[in-house]
């Protein structure tokens, strides 16, 4: 087996920036080294793999005992779920969920017979103290559903259970551990990050795994990097300068030298939430040569804060620009990203100085109305379909079924659930209202749209087949989604007063409601309708008729013990009403806590 000392990250990056490596430190060698050491308590020994990628080894579970003991303990008692978002929570406490998740991600490598397993050190929209970690699966997809409660048990075993557990998952999905594997990890730019990377690497080295580190990424970058090098590079290569020359060269070739068309100017503000996402859009920025005037803010530089004050999650909870935002001129593009870059909103401020956002909701129904132009113009037969959740505002759906035409399916919250379905479709668009989102294509939809290219006579095909270039598939993408947006105004000569105008939301408020448990809240029909506790329900029922274009919904946090109200109404003044009238329903049926909602006058109750 080659042994790698590493002893200065940053430098060997800078030197050797796709260099696989197994020992990160002296310690980790040291520790290590108790394979050899230590009497076997649990070891694996299989006849030998006949693959010319794999060696005849076996595995003492007594090294992962080990790394968790001395280097990696178990601080917190608390039971964490993994969810849609992986594991998340204050970084002093996750360094322990990032080694077994370092252990996990190489049994899925072996157990996907080696295919490369992606992992994530991000918390995405949270504040800057908080870390989080998620697993990418071959595919890009996140991590299949049943390995989600292996990922769980794994985490809140003590340190002693550690051994039985490993073992546990190895036998029971009949894991061949001799097999290859090889684990991608990459991280946002949380001062934390670096610590919690080399205890997920930490964990890979227990299982002598490899390990390819990519350092600072957006979360989208690793997907791209998991599913390019799992289709043997046919998706793009699976490098950072891969992910940059394959977005620019669709974008560049997309705007043809046409900087501005009609209405569309070709000026951008750009907020980076001073995360990982500003970071990457200065580096577009450096290649693009000018096809796109961006004005980044929030770069991370200085005292600002990840996500403080700024970010796509600000802007749409507080239906405000960002901080350090520029003086500009009434209808100026402005976008903002998350901390991760996996999500994006547009907004700006009309000639009355008033604040007007474009989100998820406003994305979709630009995309899927493009997009399904572009299938009507190539006179293809593909099935087009939006998916969205209870969240989408009901204008939105109004206008996508009604002027668009278009199919529309309702998931339950997370993306995992939008993107299985989307799948359904050969061309299948998701968003979530908070900006998080992107297009699938079936292989019929890209064979049939490259045979038409082919052709000659159909030439918006070539154009079809450069759009699906620019689009990552296999997350949503905030810089992708973005250079979306801008090839899709820029070729219909639209401003942001023209994207607006297309319908007008219905004001809708969201509320939290602090219960004793969570749990005693259950729904169906895509999280519409309120099943428990009973009777909860029929009184939303009762409250939403009272309403002109009346909607509500309750449903569970997947993290806290809180509950969450969406409302929307005909007027502002009326969602504000409905929303604390199912919030101070939420109260007296589901074990409310804390001080009681003070309802506004005009409530009806």
């Known amino acids: 087996m080659k042994i790698t000392f590493k002893t200065a990250a940053s430098e060997t990056r800078k030197l050797f920036p796709d260099r696989l490596y197994i020992f990160r430190s002296f310690g980790s060698l040291l520790l290590l080294l108790l394979f050899f050491l230590v009497p076997p308590r649990l070891a694996f020994v299989l006849p030998k793999c006949e693959s010319k990628n794999c060696e005849n080894m076996s595995i003492n579970l007594r090294t992962v005992y080990a790394f ?37 991600a190489t049994l899925r490598s072996r157990f996907r017979s080696g295919a490369a397993i992606g992992v994530m050190i991000t918390a995405s929209h ?261 998916v969205q959740t209870a969240y989408a505002n009901g204008a939105s759906t109004d206008y996508i079924v009604n002027e668009l035409k278009v199919p529309v399916s309702c998931v339950p919250t997370g993306v995992k659930h939008l993107h299985h379905k989307a799948l359904e479709y050969d061309i299948g668009v998701y968003f979530e209202a908070n900006g998080h989102g992107t297009v699938v294509f079936s292989d019929h939809a890209k064979s049939t749209v490259a045979e038409a290219a082919k052709a000659g006579d159909k030439p918006d095909a070539k154009i079809f087949l450069k759009i699906i270039d620019l689009i990552n598939e296999t997350v949503g993408d905030a810089i992708s989604d973005m250079l979306l947006v801008e090839t899709i105004l820029n070729h219909k000569g639209w401003d942001v007063k023209d994207w607006i105008s297309t319908y007008t939301d219905l004001p809708n408020q969201q509320l939290k409601i602090k219960v004793q448990d969570r749990n005693v809240i259950a729904t169906t029909d895509a999280e519409r309708v309120c099943v428990k506790p009973e009777g909860l329900q029929i009184e939303i029922n009762k409250a939403v008729s009272n309403y002109k274009r009346g909607r509500a919904f309750v449903r569970p946090s997947g993290t ?38 003070v309802h506004p006058n005009n409530a009806h109750l």
């Open 68 to 104: 968790a003991r001395e280097m990696y303990p178990k601080l917190s008692t608390e039971h964490i779920q993994y969810g849609t978002a992986g594991f998340r929570g204050k970084a002093e406490f996750l360094d322990s969920v990032m080694f077994r998740m370092g252990v996990l």
């Open 126 to 386: 949270n504040p800057e103290p908080d870390n989080g970690v998620k697993l990418v699966d071959p595919k890009g997809e996140m991590l299949e559903a049943s390995w989600e409660s292996i990922a769980t048990d794994l985490v809140n075993v003590s340190d002693q259970e550690l051994e039985q557990q490993v073992a546990k998952i190895i036998k029971d999905n009949n894991i061949d551990i001799t097999s290859s594997s090889i684990v991608y990890v990459g991280m946002d730019n949380r001062y934390h990050s670096p610590r919690l990377l080399k205890a997920v690497a930490d964990g890979v080295i227990a299982l002598k795994g490899n390990v390819r580190e990519y350092g600072i990424v957006t979360t989208p970058m690793l997907h791209y990097f998991v599913v390019s090098a799992n289709t043997k590079e046919a998706y793009g290569k699976p490098t950072e300068e891969g992910y940059y020359d394959k977005l620019i060269t669709a974008f560049k070739t997309l705007r043809n030298d046409q900087l501005e068309n009609g209405n569309y100017k070709n000026n951008l503000i750009f907020d980076g939430a001073n995360g990982v996402g500003a970071r990457k859009m200065l580096q577009f920025i450096k290649r693009m040569q000018n096809s796109l005037q961006v004005t980044v803010i929030n770069q991370g530089i200085g005292q600002g804060k990840i996500n403080e004050d700024c970010g796509a999650d600000y802007v749409k909870v507080q239906q405000r620009p960002p901080k350090s935002m520029p003086e500009v001129e009434p209808y100026t593009r402005c976008c903002s990203v998350d901390g991760d870059a996996d999500r994006v909103v547009y907004f700006f401020s009309n000639d009355k100085g008033e604040f007007q956002l474009l989100d998820g909701d406003r994305i979709a129904t630009l995309v899927a109305g493009y997009l399904m132009d572009l299938v009507k113009k190539c006179q293809l037969d593909l099935r087009l379909g939006l």
């Open 560 to 597: 806290e013990d809180v509950v969450r109200v969406y409302a929307e109404a005909n007027t502002k003044e009326d969602t504000v009403s409905l929303a604390h009238e199912i919030g101070i329903l939420v109260q007296r049926l589901a074990g409310g806590v804390g001080p009681e909602l």
